[in-house]
């Protein structure tokens, strides 16, 4: 079984472009969360989502970020007009459904995101 | 909502010594704790997780214990190598709820 997948491992863009980054959850997990980790600093929840729909994003930007996770296909979060303060590490985790009605998250490798 | 609080921020002990990671939570709802540990450049794993039914969890020389009355968890490490050293994160979460993690505790484990 395959862990939580993440594509690209690094990605250089320049200020204006766009990026978009991917998650492959594990086998059978059906929650995805996306986080952000600055150098040094701690992880900072950004969105959740479940298939075909977003439970809670309080914790991305509503502007140039959103979210998606399609019946098909990996989730992606995707990053319009990337400016310096952008550049980070951004991970993703994938949870079962539980029935002891919490998740255990598991962490892909993460994807290093560089705005020039 | 959720907020985490852990202490200390650094801590560094000496090979073999112990290592006691303290954290504390708000929400009396949150029934699960899990401990991630983050070698640098790498990503975040879990190493032992506790739920809100259970005091205290141990596998082999990581130990957690969970106070549910006074809202606080904490890891113990005992035996410590230099391969422990790491950035450990706690996590406070309730079912449907999405994770809020500690700030973190940079661990130095001296030869």
């Known amino acids: 079984n395959a862990g939580v997948m993440q594509n690209p491992r690094h990605l250089v863009r320049r200020r204006g472009q766009e990026a978009r980054l991917r998650c492959s959850p594990m086998k059978g997990h059906s929650h995805v969360y996306w986080y952000r980790q600055l150098p040094e600093e701690g992880l900072k929840f950004m969105v959740y989502l479940q298939k075909e729909n977003i439970i809670d994003e309080s914790g991305m930007p509503k502007e140039r970020f959103s979210a998606e996770f399609p019946k098909e296909g990996p989730s992606i979060l995707r990053i319009q007009q990337v400016v310096r303060g952008d550049s980070a590490a951004y991970f993703c985790?994938?949870?079962?459904?539980?029935?002891?009605?919490?998740?255990?998250?598991?962490f892909g490798p993460g994807t290093r995101l560089t705005v020039l | 909502g959720e907020n985490v609080e852990q202490h200390p921020s650094t801590l560094s002990v000496q090979e073999g010594d112990s290592a006691v990671i303290k954290c504390t939570y708000s929400d009396s709802a949150s029934n699960y704790f899990p401990w991630y540990k983050q070698e640098l450049g790498k990503r975040p794993q879990l190493i032992i997780d506790i739920r809100s039914n259970v005091g205290e969890k141990k596998d082999q020389r990581i130990a957690v214990t969970l106070n549910k009355t006074a809202k606080h968890f904490s890891l113990h490490i005992t035996e410590t190598q230099p391969e422990d050293s790491a950035v450990y994160f706690c996590a406070a979460t309730a079912y449907g709820q999405n994770f809020v993690f500690g700030p973190g505790t940079r661990l130095s484990v001296l030869p």
């Open positions: 985790a994938s949870s079962p459904t539980d029935i002891t009605g919490t998740d255990t998250q598991y």
